[in-house]
């Protein structure tokens, strides 16, 4: 059986996070307002229809496949390609010891969904929308009322969940805190008996290294396609 971390996407998508999925059996696309996460069931030609269908629809879609798996270049017809991009998908079973942190984090939810999504549109940690937050499992740290470091949870398949959305405002870089809180995340996901996962870009040596020194490793490498 192919381990469910192959095909995240997909797998989210039509698992546990198919409450915000469009699409069918073909091919899933996340809400637009939730993300921009696409995936077709296979290389069938009815499933290359369907997921030219949700791209047209609904543009701005990423794919993420497996640079060594079937699906990398199964793409919707018709649909420019902005980038493509290597990327390292990463799991950590076990976080590597550390100090108290001493830092007082404080749970994200609606009432933070305008200055989290500012705080993603500035800093770019990777594909955040306007209900992103809806994911749940968002945390933060804010200093003298202004949200200065989030991080939280967002692709979940079966006994995985996906530390994400990890950024420091850059008038509070330099502190820790995007590490003590992706630390915190991965501690829940750990606790409640899940691995945790995430995806970096493979050129990134800097984040890779900071999640290694968390526990994470490689585990596989993805291409992220970026469609017009």
């Not at 381990?3 to 998508?13: E, I, K, S, T, V």
Request: hydrophobic share 45%.
């Amino acid at each position: 059986m192919a381990h469910p971390l192959d095909r995240p996407l997909w797998n989210a998508l039509t698992g546990r996070l198919s409450a915000v999925a469009l699409g069918d059996a073909c091919a899933v696309r996340i809400d637009p307002q939730v993300g921009v996460f696409a995936a077709a069931a296979d290389a069938s030609p009815d499933s290359i229809a369907a997921l030219t269908a949700l791209c047209s629809a609904h543009p701005g879609a990423g794919l993420v496949e497996r640079t060594d798996g079937p699906m990398e270049d199964v793409l919707p017809t018709g649909i420019a390609v902005v980038s493509r991009a290597p990327c390292v998908q990463m799991i950590c079973e076990v976080l590597t010891p550390a100090a108290a942190d001493g830092l007082d984090v404080v749970p994200l939810g609606q009432a933070d969904a305008e200055e989290m999504l500012a705080l993603a549109t500035l800093t770019k940690p990777g594909p955040f929308r306007a209900r992103t937050h809806e994911l749940g499992g968002f945390i933060g740290v804010k200093r003298d009322g202004r949200l200065a470091a989030m991080a939280g949870r967002r692709l979940r398949v079966a006994g995985h969940t996906e530390l994400s959305g990890v950024c420091t405002h850059p008038d509070f870089r330099g502190h820790g805190l995007a590490t003590a809180l992706s630390r915190r995340v991965v501690a829940a996901v750990l606790a409640e008996g899940e691995t945790a996962f995430l995806h970096a870009y493979a050129d990134h040596d800097a984040t890779i290294a900071l999640y290694e020194s968390l526990g994470f490793r490689t585990r596989a490498r993805v291409t992220y396609t970026v469609l017009a």
